[in-house]
RNA sequence: GCGGCCAUAGUCUAGUGGUCAGGACAGGGGCUUCCCAAGCCUCUAGCCCGGGUUCGAAUCCCGGUGGCCGCACCA
């Protein structure tokens, strides 16, 4: 095990989950400092999506009805077939396997692939026969309510939430685009091997953001303030390039100002989360890796022990979701959008004779009628009804020319999805920010952690364990977590081993008290990173320990008290 | 899922078919101590689970679970 595993699990960071039953891969719980860590990584990531951008956030449950995923493909495409040998018992994914040895397409459902298997004979490698193929969901399916009636998916991702509540959204937002909806939740994934400690998880966390868009209109109105980023880019053609993100939109490397906005506004997320830059790629996805929904897709990729690795995806969803969520529900998920000024449309309008079709046509004259307001007059009127032609003679209409005012239409819009991985992200500040460094000759473990970050803020230490110096200690600690600031008390051992203690979880400043404390009513704060140290005025604490911890700090720690160390 | 390697306190590890399973670090209590893992005393805590072989298994065998690596998988 790593140094830094090692530490996340001693310290309370991370475990991997069910440790007394023998543990399941896949599952880790979040420690008392790690849930506080990732509680703070979510509140940064709310500042940028929801407060900065003035996204809002919905909640919508982990547990899915199955016609939210047969509509959204995952009950379809959220599958690998798996073809087993008998002799050796390796197991592929069918399709791949069969496209690679008999040089065919296949596609990817047991029934095909089985054909595919006797008319092309195709055997493993060793030899041996394959076992009927067999379907392999991604998805956890579980029984909605007793006697199984319904059938529901634990959700793979969190986006559909968001999709499915398009109506009541557009409503809320009164009826306007652009718009973002967010999301912080769980989603899971039956993984056939999770490896890799938290990067491949089957819970895992997810923070998404949709943000709708009207189809021509994927410029971004922020675009300005942030074009001059510089962005280390892999393009789809594997070309390693350094731009900025107007560069980059302006030569098409990336689609459109909407994904470099996101892309831009990731990265400043990811930097100040503690995500080393230098560390920090932007990957476009190629032409056939792509998901079935995407346009352009850029992963945002760390560096860590375990490689590059992706972090965050923003994908162009286009209307691929709404599309599907308005096919399989028949509920209308366009939204009206009104043109400037509205056309005027001469056309020839077909006015039909009640009293003639009427009697003739029956039942089918509602449906008629209705098919008749919109139909284009081209010499003859021919309309499908229910897979029936109907061709109506002269005597059944007349033609009347008007001149109609359209005033909008309708569209679907598209979607642009920014979508975090939490646990990654997490680990990835973790690994980047672990370092062991060298404080007066002696080795240190340190966590490098931002200051709103780090699962505890300040550690409020009495210099030596007496009961004058702890009871003012006492008054501190409580003093500063009523102000909303995260401290802890450490009172046991010498003050440079408690120092340690609170390097290691990355707690960015230690206030000491000491026999000045008693004479003129200071403290010292210092500093983790340099180990510097300030002496303020005890009452100056909160205000001056605030500012520290700001995303934003507007005074340098030195200006803030004099350097007595 | 397959194959290889592995599994001993919170962590890292020593160890043998047969006394109380040893150490280091971490942690608790105490002494000492006026700023960076000092020292001393003391305490807590362990052989992954199940079955088998054996008079006796943490040790050998089988199965399971978990971890690491490789293959496959990762919309």
Redesign the pocket.
Known sequence: ?SDLM?ML??RGFLW?SFEIY?????FFDYGPLGAMMKRNLEELWRYYFVIKEGMYEIDSPTIGLEDVFVASG?VK??V?VLI?CSK??????AD??IEERAKISVDPVPEEIQKALNEHAVTCECGGTFSHPVEFN?MFKTAIGPGSRKTGYLR??TAQGMFVNFPRLLKFFRNKLPFGVVQIGRAY?N???????VI?LREFNQAEAEVFVHPAEKKHPGFDSIRDEKLLLVTKFDEEITLTAGEAVEKGIIAHEMLGYFIVLTKQFLVNAGVDEERLRFRQHRDDER??YATDCWDAEAKTS?GWIEIV?IADRTDYDLKKHMEHSQKDLTIFIQYEKPMKVRRKKIIPKMNIIGPQFKDKVREIVKALENYEFNGKVSINIGGEKITLSEDMYEIKEVEEEITGERIIPHVIEPSFGIDRIFYTILEHSFDEDE??G????VLHLPGYVAPIQVGVLP????KELMDVAKDINTNLRINGILAEIDE??????R???F??IGTPFCV?V???TLRNNT??I?ERDT???IRVPVDDLVVDLKELLSLKPEKAFEELGEIV?
Do not use: W
Not at 191 to 197: A, D, K, M, N, T
Not at 492 to 497: M, Q, T, V
């Open positions: 095990m090692e699990k001693r991997s023998g543990g399941s891969a896949g995952h495409e959220f690998d087993e050796c018992g390796a197991v592929y994914r791949h396997y991604l793979p991702e994934r993984e056939i091997s999770p490896r890799q400690g491949r998901a079935h375990y995806g404080v007066d002696e080795k240190r473990n210099l030596l364990s007496k046991s051992g010498s003050i440079g081993r120092y340690r203690r390097d290691e000491t000491d026999y000045d403290v010292t210092r180990t510097r140290q160390r």
